[in-house]
């Protein structure tokens, strides 16, 4: 893994530890997502901020 890159594990534990977090992984993208994909991260930004949490048939990670 090269140096100052995040696996997944350490990926999910921020997202497990992150009250009110939902995680969202962009395929094809480095961690310089924002600017290899930036219509995409702006995009599952802004709906994030925007909008309630979203109704499922089971419970996702919210609280």
């Known amino acids: 893994m090269p140096l100052g890159a995040l696996s997944l594990e350490h990926t999910i534990a921020l ?3 992150i009250p ?3 995680l969202a992984v962009l395929p094809g993208a480095s961690h310089l ?3 290899e994909k930036p219509g995409e991260v702006y995009r599952s ?3 994030f901020l925007t909008s309630e949490a ?3 048939w089971q419970p996702i990670r919210r609280a």
């Open 20 to 22: 009110n977090s939902e």
């Open 15 to 17: 997202y497990r530890a």
């Open 45 to 47: 930004v802004g709906a």
């Open 33 to 35: 997502l924002v600017v």
């Open 54 to 56: 979203p109704r499922t």
